[in-house]
């Protein structure tokens, strides 16, 4: 428990430098907040105004300074490109962006772990080929085009998947918050109608996501296995005459899983703000697509808030990734 | 999964809901149903509710069209059997029942009709609308600017004088004063509601941005930025005919793919803002209707900073309009979806704008000129909007390859959104790719804006030419219509002789819709008009 406390605590510093970096970073870049909202017709005056009402006309320390008191208070300032708060704009959208995720991740596990498994414990067999061939498909087709191609074939050509439209149908209505994420909170209200019409949605965009994670996941887990197959209480075990199934999967899976767990901590901290493009051709709110939009207009406090999110969130999945770790394997637990 | 039939009402506490909703006899007419409902997929929505708000973006323009009324409106012009368009010239009473001007014509007055009323159930009143006058000149930012285009600049102007009677008085002779009255700005706030909330800012800025106070045909059900706007009808409006669609879900998508093949399953009923390629093909399949509206005032051009070398120098300048490659840019950028602006008569065929310049491509006459400029061959940059690259780049890339034909070396600097503008702002950009179009469609206007030695932002030209602005001043507040046609003569054809602004195409507007869609109307401000659209 004093180790968590203290881990957390570690991380502090780490989460100040964010909010100096990003805050640094948003004031450095080009581009004019000020004059890409004033309008198409913009005058000098007009312009003036905005960037006095955004407060950006203050010295950078004094800007700074404000930006600090309102983050205590919880409050990320006002996003222009959504004329919404921002925290409210990314406590609506995170469940979108993390359900998605966590959706994709599944699928990947679901095909990633066996191939792997399959193709360390027949090394240079068909199968072994066919985890090479999947995972380099996987990493080599952009997210956008398997995309595409899922809502051409499924959704344009066949017409079995519900259309495109984001997280449900534009005539269905959401089921009422709880989580956020529409399976949990549709199965909560008992509303299985709109529970199908969410899973139907969710379908294509997880699976392109699930498509483009399989890479580093199949790959850890073929390589750790690979290592730990060819170690000596392997040999013993087999030695011993345990059955092969008991050998892989209770002695090896077991000790092959640790590097596995870290990388699906990092496939998913990735994917939960790389899966922009994703989010673009299924029209999905989430919060990459919010923090790229924002960027594009030059809309700084969205983008911190974002960057922000992230490394809570960071934090939060490493000291999760560690607390598994420790529970698949003892000597974590004694370090 | 099966789209359902029936709708179900809308449940589910929404983000942002319009307060104090009138009763409504929708209830007893039951949910509106599919048929009655409309789905518009477009790039991206709203980033307000209050289109004087500053900063609002162009989707904004669409809320106060639909959720607002104002005193007047253009009338309406059929130009297909798809589409409906507008004249400038020609006004109709919306809020207004009737309007009156001065024998001096100093001022105009007019009569608010009886039955208009707001959707608090309040009655609209000369105080409403003068307050949101009032508001439109004092608040900043794009709203006053326009207002001002039209000599609509100070509160003193605006006068209610009883509770259904109000005066606007003029404070110099300006032809684009009333129909400054019809565009998307001046719009009439129900201003007891907005004050009430207001939370003591005088334009109760936060309350407007996110509520609608007004009376118009629709209210807004939700509004999720980012995500969707649901429009329901406001069944006692009384200032127009009632729409025939009860309810308007728009989504935004930004993919175009994923617009497109919305709009080609059936999925969707309106497909805002698709590039012209996809609606080239969809015009061609036939399979649903487009509506192709040459924007008014409109061009694709590309601008030559004549106030720094070497683009200062005009021959310099005829030798790029002489080299430009208009008719491959024509294919190859706008996919055919634009009106011709080369190959005219070198005096303007008629007094308006865009017309067609003296220029074609003629490569021959282009190095001639170029020889006589006396500029020696030269490297530059050309810049241009990432924003709105899937025209733009391959034009720009035409214009590279064409003119490294006479000597001039060209480099493309593509840009995004928020950067461009303040390159705009700059005025340094040697050659910059670009589309304009004023609201008001008059040839001054749009001078006005490009041409003048104000140097708005939009003068990308960075050109400055007394006779050119005497000109536009003269057309501007001209005393009669010989004196007008003279001025706009003149700097039609300086402009054609100085080519500062190198005119490519008029771009249309296009729009996509199922062929069961009907009434389409378009305004100046381009946003889908709900009241006037049906279905099936």
Same mark, same amino acid.
């Given at each position: 428990?004093?180790?968590?406390?203290?881990?957390?605590?570690?991380?502090?510093?780490?989460?100040? =430098?964010?909010?100096?970096?990003?805050?640094?970073?948003?004031?450095?870049?080009?581009?004019?907040?000020?004059?890409?909202?004033?309008?198409?017709?913009?005058?000098?005056?007009?312009?003036?105004?905005?960037?006095?009402?955004?407060?950006?006309?203050?010295?950078?320390?004094?800007?700074?300074?404000?930006?600090?008191?309102?983050?205590?208070?919880?409050?990320?300032?006002?996003?222009?490109?959504?004329?919404?708060?921002?925290?409210?704009?990314?406590?609506?959208?995170?469940? =979108?962006?993390?359900?998605?995720?966590?959706?994709?991740?599944?699928?990947?596990?679901?095909?990633?772990?066996?191939?792997?498994?399959?193709?360390?414990?027949?090394?240079?067999?068909?199968?072994?080929?066919?985890?090479?061939?999947? %995972?380099? &498909?996987?990493?080599?087709?952009? %997210?956008?085009?398997?995309?595409?191609?899922?809502?051409?074939?499924?959704?344009?050509?066949?017409?079995?998947?519900?259309?495109?439209?984001?997280?449900?149908?534009?005539?269905?209505?959401?089921?009422?918050?709880?989580?956020?994420?529409?399976?949990?909170?549709?199965?909560?209200?008992?509303?299985?109608?709109?529970?199908?019409? &969410?899973?139907?949605?969710?379908?294509?965009?997880?699976?392109?996501?699930?498509?483009?994670?399989?890479?580093?996941?199949?790959?850890?887990?073929?390589?750790?296995?690979?290592?730990?197959?060819?170690?000596?209480? !392997?040999?013993?075990?087999?030695?011993?005459?345990?059955?092969?199934?008991?050998? !892989?999967?209770?002695?090896?899976?077991?000790?092959?899983?640790?590097?596995?767990?870290?990388?699906?901590?990092?496939?998913?901290?990735?994917?939960?703000?790389?899966?922009?493009? %994703?989010?673009?051709?299924?029209?999905?709110?989430?919060?990459?697509?919010?923090?790229?939009?924002?960027?594009? =207009?030059?809309?700084?406090?969205?983008?911190?808030?974002?960057?922000?999110?992230?490394?809570?969130?960071? %934090?939060?999945?490493?000291?999760? !990734?560690?607390?598994?770790?420790? =529970?698949?394997?003892?000597?974590?637990?004694?370090? | 999964?099966?789209?359902?039939?029936?709708?179900?009402?809308?449940?589910?506490?929404?983000?942002?809901?319009?307060?104090?909703?009138?009763?409504?006899?929708?209830?007893?007419?039951?949910?509106?149903?599919?048929?009655?409902?409309?789905?518009?997929?477009?790039?991206?929505?709203?980033?307000?509710? *209050?289109?004087?708000?500053?900063?609002? $973006?162009?989707?904004?323009?669409?809320?106060?069209?639909?959720?607002?009324?104002?005193?007047?409106?253009?009338?309406?012009?059929?130009?297909?059997?798809?589409?409906?368009?507008? *004249?400038?010239?020609?006004?109709?009473?919306?809020?207004?029942?009737?309007?009156?001007?001065?024998?001096?014509?100093?001022?105009?007055?007019?009569?608010? /009709?009886?039955?208009?009323?707001?959707?608090?159930?309040?009655?609209?009143?000369?105080?409403?609308?003068?307050?949101?006058?009032?508001?439109?000149?004092?608040?900043?930012?794009?709203?006053?600017?326009?207002?001002?285009?039209?000599?609509?600049?100070?509160?003193?102007?605006?006068?209610?004088?009883?509770?259904?009677?109000?005066?606007?008085?003029?404070?110099? /002779?300006?032809?684009? $004063?009333?129909?400054?009255?019809?565009?998307?700005?001046?719009?009439?706030?129900? $201003?007891?509601?907005?004050?009430?909330?207001?939370?003591?800012?005088?334009?109760?800025?936060?309350?407007?941005?996110?509520?609608?106070?007004?009376?118009?045909?629709?209210?807004?059900?939700?509004? /999720?930025?980012?995500?969707?706007?649901?429009?329901?009808?406001?069944?006692?409006?009384?200032?127009?005919?009632?729409?025939?669609?009860?309810?308007?879900?728009?989504? *935004?998508?930004?993919?175009?793919?994923?617009?497109?093949?919305?709009?080609?399953?059936?999925?969707?009923?309106?497909?805002?803002?698709?590039?012209?390629?996809?609606?080239?093909?969809?015009?061609?399949?036939?399979?649903?209707?487009?509506?192709?509206?040459?924007?008014?005032?409109?061009?694709?051009?590309?601008?030559?900073?004549?106030?720094?070398?070497?683009?200062?120098?005009?021959?310099?300048?005829?030798?790029?309009?002489?080299? +430009?490659?208009?008719?491959?840019?024509?294919?190859?950028?706008?996919?055919?979806?634009?009106?011709?602006?080369?190959?005219?008569? $070198?005096?303007?065929?008629?007094?308006?704008?865009?017309?067609?310049?003296?220029?074609?491509?003629?490569?021959?006459?282009?190095?001639?000129?170029?020889?006589?400029?006396?500029?020696?061959?030269?490297?530059?940059?050309?810049?241009?909007?990432?924003?709105?690259?899937?025209?733009?780049?391959?034009?720009?890339?035409?214009?590279?390859?064409?003119?490294?034909?006479?000597?001039?070396?060209?480099?493309?600097?593509?840009?995004?959104?928020?950067?461009?503008?303040?390159?705009?702002?700059?005025?340094?950009?040697?050659?910059?790719?670009?589309?304009?179009?004023?609201?008001?469609?008059?040839?001054?206007?749009?001078?006005?804006?490009?041409?003048?030695?104000?140097?708005?932002?939009?003068?990308?030209?960075?050109?400055?030419?007394?006779?050119?602005?005497?000109?536009?001043?003269?057309?501007?507040?001209?005393?009669?219509?010989?004196?007008?046609?003279?001025?706009?003569?003149?700097?039609?054809?300086?402009?054609?002789?100085?080519?500062?602004?190198?005119?490519?195409?008029?771009?249309?507007?296009?729009?996509?819709?199922?062929?069961? +869609?009907?009434?389409?109307?378009?305004?100046?401000?381009?946003?889908?008009?709900?009241?006037?659209?049906?279905?099936?």
């Amino acid at each position: 428990m004093r180790g968590l406390a203290l881990r957390l605590l570690g991380s502090l510093p780490a989460l100040v =430098a964010v909010v100096i970096v990003t805050f640094i970073l948003t004031r450095v870049l080009p581009g004019d907040t000020a004059t890409y909202f004033a309008g198409p017709t913009a005058s000098a005056e007009s312009i003036a105004q905005i960037k006095a009402a955004l407060g950006l006309d203050r010295p950078l320390p004094e800007q700074f300074w404000n930006y600090t008191k309102a983050l205590v208070r919880g409050d990320l300032g006002m996003s222009l490109t959504t004329g919404q708060p921002v925290l409210k704009d990314l406590l609506a959208r995170l469940p =979108a962006s993390a359900e998605l995720t966590l959706a994709g991740l599944l699928i990947a596990m679901g095909i990633a772990i066996p191939l792997g498994i399959l193709a360390a414990v027949k090394q240079g067999s068909l199968w072994d080929h066919a985890c090479r061939i999947i %995972v380099t &498909a996987g990493v080599s087709l952009p %997210v956008f085009f398997t995309g595409l191609l899922l809502v051409y074939v499924f959704y344009f050509l066949l017409g079995w998947s519900p259309a495109p439209v984001g997280r449900l149908d534009a005539f269905a209505t959401a089921p009422p918050t709880w989580t956020g994420f529409y399976l949990i909170d549709a199965a909560i209200a008992g509303d299985w109608e709109t529970w199908r019409g &969410a899973f139907a949605q969710l379908i294509l965009p997880a699976v392109t996501l699930g498509l483009f994670a399989l890479a580093p996941i199949a790959r850890i887990t073929r390589a750790s296995m690979l290592a730990v197959l060819g170690a000596e209480f !392997i040999r013993t075990a087999r030695a011993s005459g345990l059955s092969s199934r008991t050998v !892989i999967l209770t002695y090896a899976l077991r000790n092959a899983l640790l590097p596995v767990v870290t990388t699906l901590g990092m496939v998913f901290s990735f994917l939960l703000g790389a899966n922009v493009l %994703v989010e673009k051709v299924f029209a999905w709110p989430g919060i990459g697509s919010y923090a790229v939009e924002a960027l594009i =207009a030059s809309d700084g406090a969205p983008v911190q808030g974002f960057v922000l999110t992230m490394a809570i969130l960071y %934090v939060l999945l490493n000291l999760t !990734i560690d607390l598994v770790n420790r =529970a698949l394997d003892p000597r974590a637990r004694q370090a | 999964m099966k789209r359902r039939d029936v709708l179900k009402a809308v449940a589910a506490a929404p983000a942002l809901t319009a307060p104090a909703l009138a009763p409504s006899s929708a209830a007893a007419q039951g949910a509106p149903t599919r048929n009655e409902t409309l789905l518009l997929v477009q790039e991206y929505g709203p980033n307000s509710l *209050d289109m004087q708000g500053i900063g609002s $973006s162009q989707p904004v323009n669409g809320v106060a069209l639909n959720c607002y009324d104002r005193l007047v409106k253009f009338k309406q012009v059929r130009v297909d059997d798809v589409t409906t368009s507008f *004249d400038i010239n020609a006004l109709e009473g919306e809020l207004a029942e009737s309007w009156q001007d001065a024998s001096d014509g100093t001022s105009t007055t007019f009569k608010i /009709r009886a039955d208009a009323r707001f959707h608090s159930g309040r009655p609209v009143t000369a105080r409403d609308v003068k307050w949101s006058m009032d508001r439109a000149v004092s608040i900043g930012g794009f709203a006053t600017t326009q207002m001002n285009a039209g000599s609509l600049e100070k509160p003193e102007q605006f006068v209610a004088l009883d509770e259904k009677t109000f005066r606007l008085d003029y404070l110099r /002779r300006d032809k684009l $004063s009333m129909p400054n009255l019809a565009v998307t700005i001046p719009f009439v706030f129900d $201003s007891e509601l907005a004050i009430r909330n207001s939370g003591g800012d005088v334009w109760a800025k936060d309350y407007l941005k996110n509520n609608i106070a007004g009376g118009g045909a629709f209210r807004v059900e939700a509004w /999720r930025p980012g995500t969707e706007t649901i429009y329901i009808r406001n069944d006692d409006w009384k200032n127009g005919t009632l729409p025939k669609l009860r309810r308007v879900i728009a989504r *935004d998508i930004p993919s175009p793919s994923t617009r497109r093949a919305l709009i080609e399953r059936g999925d969707a009923d309106i497909s805002y803002g698709l590039p012209p390629k996809d609606f080239s093909d969809l015009a061609a399949a036939g399979r649903v209707r487009v509506s192709a509206v040459p924007v008014p005032n409109a061009i694709w051009y590309v601008a030559l900073n004549s106030a720094n070398p070497p683009f200062n120098n005009v021959k310099l300048r005829q030798a790029v309009a002489w080299a +430009i490659p208009y008719e491959q840019i024509m294919q190859a950028s706008l996919f055919g979806r634009g009106v011709p602006m080369w190959g005219g008569p $070198s005096t303007p065929a008629q007094l308006t704008w865009p017309v067609p310049f003296p220029y074609s491509s003629n490569i021959a006459r282009a190095r001639a000129l170029m020889a006589e400029s006396g500029v020696a061959p030269f490297s530059t940059s050309l810049v241009l909007d990432a924003g709105t690259a899937t025209i733009a780049e391959p034009m720009a890339v035409l214009v590279k390859e064409a003119l490294a034909q006479i000597g001039i070396t060209v480099e493309l600097n593509k840009i995004p959104g928020a950067n461009f503008r303040g390159e705009l702002n700059k005025k340094t950009a040697p050659m910059v790719i670009n589309r304009f179009g004023g609201w008001l469609d008059w040839p001054d206007y749009f001078f006005f804006w490009n041409y003048h030695g104000n140097n708005s932002i939009f003068n990308v030209a960075a050109y400055q030419n007394p006779a050119m602005d005497r000109l536009i001043d003269a057309a501007r507040f001209a005393p009669n219509a010989p004196a007008y046609a003279e001025a706009v003569r003149g700097f039609l054809e300086l402009g054609m002789q100085d080519v500062p602004f190198i005119p490519i195409a008029q771009p249309f507007h296009d729009v996509a819709m199922q062929r069961n +869609i009907g009434g389409y109307q378009f305004w100046p401000c381009r946003e889908p008009d709900f009241r006037l659209l049906t279905k099936g």
